[in-house]
């Protein structure tokens, strides 16, 4: 099974880069100037109660020593506690991290039906104006970064037709108690639209800004793709058939031009999932990225530590993800 | 192969001559700011505080572009806030490619066990979000210039890193390398005087859109108060202040919002335009 | 009143010289007739225009095709499109190329049943079983659950006549069917055709280079040089005496099976310049 060995391989090469990363952020962090501990506690507290405190969470031995006790702990899956919010880390990143990926996971939807949109129209009005224009969208689409669509969202739709939420994730006063953090999710299952709207509204912005570059990528590359296989004869022959040029492109040239472009959206999309950092925070919206800025300015040291693992993690999840998805989808590797 | 690549060239279009036009006159605006601000960028005066701009009614004629809620130019500010965005795109957008450039080509040519850790490296840096990295960098390094650059430079040097090794590796298989070295340079001359120039537009194409990217990353830094000092004239400062009174003062996250849009996507179309001018052949 | 009337058809790449010069052909049900001229001739652009799927870049400046007495012109796109599906069906030239990589065969062979002439699935399935049988494909149904990739290049020949079959077209047009095969399979692939079609009793239009294969399986023939029919004959008159002299050429161009090695001459210069001066009288008296 070759197919099996090359899942291996990349599963070892995700283990060398996770331990990198942990290695990496250890050491910077720990570089910080300014004594986390002596931030937490009260103006009076002495030497002693500093070291004391430093003792117990192990910032008094040395960064070698102090890298195998949070290895060996995070191997027990144990990361730690969080030193601002004096709570287990694994479980304040554990909470957070449905919010993300749900901002995330709605995002690729979108950028995925934007982005194939444009390509499809593109193809079926190929050397015409409406490819022109879709072209020159999608380079601006690209040249421009999340950040900055996020604000000029908030311009049109926050205050000059305000019609969606700005901030949060979900209105304090929406009388529902969620069993989940899974938000969106949940609101499906029970059956509560109302929530479930208040829910897209608040998330509608961020991850319409997080989707605009996405779409633009997929746009340009699944367009690409499709017009080089319009000339292949296969889907010559699907014309004789009777087919019109629409179905020609959704049924003969789609299944094969979306595999090029998978593999790129793959490290596209770990773009998109980095981008939420800063997304999260100009939307105020309770996801990890927005915690991550709020542990790195309280310099605690052990949140910092999870919440980079974690997006390590989910990023060589998502690689790990597309490739296996590519093989399903490739019958030539399915049956390899 | 190289003579053919900077023979062939293409007219210079519509989009260079608007994006290099604007970025020229940026940068005239901020070399002559202390001239041509209308205003002090760090003078306060609360009862002109949230003036609108010029051409809204209730304005005064002084600040063109209104004043912010601390009664603040908001125009010297933007003119200032070039001067920070300009520099950090000019320098950290340089030395990012001067090491991630030669790091790249030093991969790619030589191979075998270089490339091996430097490709690992890129492989782990790609499992940081970029942004997180960023911030994380200037809590430990502390605000100021000189941390906002050595930022950018650490996250950013896998880009040029991983688009000059895939070329060094593409233009070192090619026989006019092969026959630079019968001729008998040594492995190191052979690569700056036959794989350099052929990578060359890349690299500056590349270094044309870090610059932008630079000046997003310094004003994404700024807005979580974390670039320079907190009063300073950013752009990033000034939206981080914009988003919080947008409903009563909307010219103060408007203008340098625009501002950084037009930079952000002329150093962008500069590359793009710049790419497709040096290379006959579209990538 | 053949099935297909072609009709003064010319074409031309936009902007550009012309492609095809007012060809006029048909083809009787039952019919095999054989389209010949070298590579670049315009014979490909005969079979696109039939089945309209002419790239962007050609241009139809005159001319009528007609099928069963319909002109396809007059017809509304969407219907045109359908009867040409209906009654017309491609045998490619590259078996290898012609079918959809990620897509398994069953669906290729049945589709057009399906979706273009509303059969329900288990019907349009017997029917390719039964196709699949025809062409001497054993153990069909494992086939039809195979991937194009999972097969040999003469398989994947066979399926597709198999599939051009389905629908019971009116007409088939192949075009130089067997030029990317083995030679062995050429022959079992071009023996497979003239069944199928007898059976059928299609109307064929074959497309080919190799006057030897007309000699074998066409009624009749037209020559193509440059975009301009030479002769327009049936094949025993043709072989007794063709009557252009750029045809004579062609004929002791090719090699005969009796003896591969003899006689192989190629097109004179002189025959060719002649022919060569037709076309341009040709496209002076269109005043271009
Ligand atoms: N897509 C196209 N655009 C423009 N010209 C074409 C195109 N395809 C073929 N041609 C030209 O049309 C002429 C006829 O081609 P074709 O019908 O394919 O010849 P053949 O007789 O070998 O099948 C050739 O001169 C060829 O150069
Ligand atoms: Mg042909």
Redesign the interface.
Known sequence: MPFLRTILARLAATLVTLFGAAVIVFVVIRVVPGNPIAMMLPPGATEDDIARLQALYGLDKSIFEQFVIWLGGVVRGDFGTSISLRQPVLNLVLGRLPATLELSIMALVIAVFIGGAMALTGTLRR?TRTEAAIDVTSGMALSVPDFLWGLILILLFGVLWPVFHISGRVSPSLDFDFQTQFYLFESVLRLRFDVWADLVSHMFMPSLALAIPLAAIISQLLKQSLKETMH???V?????????EA?VIT??AL??AV?PTLTLIGVQFTFLIGGTVIIERLFSYEGLGNMAIDAVINRDLPLIQGIVILFALLFTVVNLVVDMTYAA????LR?A | MRDARSRVRRPIGLRLWLSGGWITLLIIGAVLAPLIAPHDPLYQDLFAGRMPPVWVDGADPNFLLGTDSLGRDVLSRILYGARLALTVALVAGTLTCLIGATLGLIAGYYRGWVDMVISRLVDIWMAFPPVLFAILLIAVLGTGLTSIIIAIVVIDWTRFARVVRAEAMTQGTMDYVASAQVVGRTKAGTMFAEILPNVLPTIVALLTLEMGIAVIVEAILSFVNLSISTDAPTWGGMIAEGRTSVHQAWWVLVFPLITLFLTVLSFSQLGEGLKDYFDPVLR | MSFLEVENLTLRIARGPRILRAVSLGVDQGEVRGLVGESGAGKSMIGKAI???LP?AIQVVSGRISLDGTDLQTLPA?ER??R???Q???I???PL???????RVGPQIT??LV??LGWDRSRAEARARELLDEVHIPDPDRVMRS?P??LSGGMRQRI?IASAFAAEPKLIIADEPTTALDVTVQKQILRLIKEMQDRHNTALLFVTHDLGVVSKICQSLTVLYAGKVIEDTDTRSFFAAPGHPYSQALLHATPKYTDPEDSLTPVPQHVIDAVEAEVTDFDKGLGA
């Open positions: 050397d292949l004869d296969y010559t022959l699907a014309r004789t058939k009777g087919y019109s179905s049924r003969e299944p094969n595999l989808l490739n019958p030539r049956h | 089945l309209g799927t962007r969407r499109r359908r040409i599906g209906a017309v069906a491609l490619p030239q590259d190329t012609a079918l959809n990589p990620v897509r589709n057009r979706d273009i991937y990739h999972e597709l």
